[in-house]
Every structure is written in structure tokens, then in C-alpha cells.
């Protein structure tokens, strides 16, 4: 059956079973993409400059989806140019530094909220007084109806003010990151549900990796390495000082102008 759907909760890609470090395959890595989307029209910092994402946008470097799925980056690219010749995305915009697109049939699978509609009003005889219920029926319609909750403004900050402020309470800046880039990736969201206040949340993140015992990297804990799962050994990536990244998480050192592999 090719009609309908199959309802995915977002909170699905805050689950262990799918953030777990591995190599995606193309169909993980388009449902990946799918979750990037951003719902709504926001604003994120990519690479030290601030991008205008519209809704069913996303904004991501070649460097990222290359880190996060496991790929070359050269693999990245044709993926996305596959994915623009089946009509999958649209008004693909790159440069050295990242790439904008927009998911095709966005609205379709995921159409915008409607506001609520207007209870309407009963009609009174021409003749006679509406019975007694009809009136109580009414005040406990009328009583039941809440004001429209007001969504406070969101705070979306840039990597250089998460890092000082995990400096001041005290998380490793390898955590911080990880969280950083998590977020960024699911629109600021946390099993479903919007970051309002992200220093809170960054402040929860500490208990949680002091919780752990204060692991030393995302494969170890306490401080030692564990085995790897694969071929590779992972590391963590390092940043310059305009968050360019000048090595990957497989030990490789890069240009951080091209992104290209330094030999």
C-alpha cells in the first residue's frame, strides 16, 4: 500500500536505538534529513554566520552530515545531488561552507497548525425561550473555553556562548558540542518538546555526564576508551576558533578553508 501514512513520533530520534554513533546507510541518512527540517521559519548560526532558515528548510555543512553519518564528504555531496535530480529537494544553494535546500511536498506531509475553530453560536427560536439546559449547556461551553497559550520567545544560541558557558559551570567542551550539534539538528528540540531556556538545559546535560562518571570522550568512561565498533577508532573532532573543524573524528587532519584531508 503506497497511501497514507505511518505516524513517526519526533521524540523517536532522541532515542538511544537512533542517536547511537554508526554509518548510516541512504535511507537513514534521508530520514535524517527529513528530522532536520525546520518546522517553522528560525534562525541558526552555521559555521560562525547567521542563516535564514524558511520552513522545511535546513542548513547544514557538508562537514556535519559527513561527521554525523559517517561518510566522505565527496559521498555527502552526490547524495545531495541525487537527491535534487529525483525532485527530493529543491533550490539547493551551497558553497564551501554550507549547504541550504528546501524538502520537497514539506506542507504535504506535514501540514502547517489551523487555528481552532469558533464554537458556533445556537440560534434562538423565533418564538419562546430556550429551554433551561440549552442555557446551561452554553455557560459550560462558554467556561470551558481557555485562552490561546502564549509560546514565549525561544532562546537559540551560538556555539562561542554554549562553550563560555560551559566553561563557567564547568562541562566538558566535547559534551557541550555533542549537545550543540544535537540540537541544531532537531531544531532545538528534546524528545519532541521545544528548548525555551537552553542554559537550563545545558545545566542538566552536567548532571547527566557527571551522573555518567564524567566520561572523558563519547567512547570512554571515566577516562578510558572503549573497544571500537568498527574499523575506525572514533575521536573527538577539533574546532579553530571560528568553529571550522581541523580534524575529524577518524584522526584525519583538514584544511579548514575546503574541508579537504591534509595528507
Not at 545531495?80 to 506531509?109: A, G, P, T, W
Request: hydrophobic share 30%; with cysteine.
Amino acid at each position: 500500500m503506497n497511501e497514507g501514512f505511518i505516524r513517526l513520533c519526533r521524540s523517536y530520534f532522541s532515542h538511544p536505538f537512533w542517536v547511537e554513533r554508526r554509518k548510516y546507510d541512504r535511507a537513514a541518512a534521508w530520514l535524517d534529513l527529513v528530522a532536520m527540517c525546520a518546522f517553522e521559519p528560525r534562525r541558526a548560526m552555521i559555521n560562525g554566520e547567521m542563516i535564514e532558515i524558511p520552513r522545511g528548510g535546513i542548513a547544514a555543512s557538508e562537514r556535519f552530515l559527513s561527521d554525523r553519518w559517517m561518510w566522505s564528504r565527496t559521498k555527502v555531496r552526490a547524495f545531495l545531488d541525487v537527491l535534487e535530480s529525483e525532485n527530493m529537494i529543491k533550490d539547493h544553494q551551497k558553497n564551501h561552507r554550507y549547504s541550504v535546500f528546501l524538502l520537497c511536498n514539506f506542507d504535504k506531509f506535514n501540514p502547517p497548525k489551523e487555528p481552532p475553530e469558533k464554537p458556533q453560536k445556537d440560534h434562538r427560536k423565533t418564538t419562546g425561550e430556550p429551554p433551561g439546559n440549552q442555557i446551561e449547556e452554553g455557560k459550560e461551553r462558554k467556561d470551558s473555553l481557555s485562552p490561546p497559550e502564549l509560546c514565549p520567545a525561544r532562546e537559540i544560541p551560538a556555539w562561542e556562548h554554549v562553550r563560555e558557558f560551559s566553561r563557567t559551570i564547568g562541562l566538558a567542551e566535547w559534551k557541550a558540542r555533542d549537545a550543540f550539534d544535537r540540537l541544531e539538528s532537531t531544531g532545538w528540540r528534546d524528545k519532541g518538546e521545544a528548548i525555551q531556556k537552553w542554559k537550563p538545559y545545558f545545566t542538566r546535560v552536567k548532571t547527566w555526564w557527571e551522573a555518567d562518571g564524567r566520561p572523558a570522550g563519547p567512547n570512554g568512561s571515566n577516562g578510558k576508551p572503549a573497544k571500537p565498533k568498527c574499523k575506525y577508532t572514533y575521536v573527538i573532532p577539533v574546532y579553530d576558533d571560528q568553529s571550522r573543524m581541523i580534524r575529524d573524528s577518524q584522526g584525519r587532519n583538514l584544511n579548514p578553508e575546503t574541508g579537504e584531508i591534509i595528507p
